[in-house]
């Protein structure tokens, strides 16, 4: 019986891709600019409204997540005309972190590194805004 290593290269199955088609590692743009659209995504699909833009910087060892133009629900927005914007941010804040998993799992998705915090702060005051701060091992 013949050793493993004495077999053709040729036997066994051949790789799918081609040379040419070899990707480079996603650049920071790129990964800030995942990054942003997902967290966005989350976002407008959790509250059934999102925000106008957000923008995503990703440094060594954490991620910031700015959702700018802030939209609230009517609910919230009544709630903040009659004086209760606390009992909105509150709100806002015990659901982020009700949800802390899957912004997490979007933000190690592009990252290929593992999230060891988080922590959330909404702005309802113009211009409104939510931060999402990451911090990465």
Sequence with gaps: M????????ELGPRDPGEPRDRREPPSAGQISDQ???????????????????????????????????LELLPNEQFLVEKGEGDTVIQVRSRYQ????S??????????????????SSTNIDEPRFVAEIFKLE
């Excluded at 699909?45 to 133009?69: R, T």
């Excluded at 972190?97 to 802390?100: T, V």
Aim: no cysteine; net charge negative; hydrophobic share 40%.
């Design 2 to 9: 013949g050793n493993v290593t004495d077999r053709p290269r």
């Design 35 to 69: 990054i942003a659209r997902e967290i966005l995504q989350i976002h407008e699909e959790s509250y059934g409204k999102g925000a106008g833009k957000a923008h995503a910087l990703v440094g060594d060892g954490f991620v910031v997540v700015v959702l700018d133009e």
């Design 97 to 100: 972190q009700a949800i802390e």
């Design 102 to 119: 899957t912004f997490s799992a979007a933000i190690e998705r592009a990252t290929g590194r593992r999230v060891v915090g988080f922590t």
